[in-house]
């Protein structure tokens, strides 16, 4: 079992920036990528980035591309979203996904996943 705890979510601006963390404790010596996903209200669990645990390799969505960073202190099994430039419509419930060696599917889908934490709250103001 993999536990994960997110932090650093809450109200901002537009244009403002958050920084969310996730740790992971438990079963962690097969990670293979860690990763953050988003719902909105009414909406599907849409993949924002994702980081390989070995070696640094990022994926992310269009939608985040040059506003979103990913990075990761494999010391401390976090992983962290740098969020800056936000917008009204980066306002969701952000989820940090954790990812097993054993896992051959695709970094950008939920299903590519085996745990999850139990998300934090952005909102963007307008």
């Known amino acids: 079992q993999v536990q994960l705890v997110e932090s650093g979510g809450g109200l901002v601006q537009t244009g403002g920036s958050l920084r969310l963390s996730c740790a992971a404790s438990?079963?962690?010596?097969?990670?293979?990528?860690m990763g953050w996903f988003r719902q909105a209200p009414g909406k599907e669990r849409e993949f924002v980035e994702a980081?390989?645990?070995?070696?640094?390799?990022?994926y992310y969505a269009d939608s985040v591309k040059g506003r979103f960073t990913i990075s990761k202190d494999n010391a401390k099994n976090t992983v962290y979203l740098q969020m800056n430039s936000l917008k009204p419509e980066d306002t969701a419930v952000y989820y940090c996904?954790?990812?097993?060696?054993?896992?051959?599917?695709?970094?950008?889908?939920?299903?590519?996943?085996?745990?999850w934490g139990q998300g934090t709250q952005v909102t963007v103001s307008s």
């Open positions: 996904a954790y990812r097993s060696m054993r896992s051959s599917r695709p970094y950008s889908t939920t299903y590519g996943y085996d745990y």
């Open positions: 980081i390989r645990w070995s070696g640094g390799t990022t």
């Open positions: 438990g079963r962690t010596f097969s990670t293979d990528a």
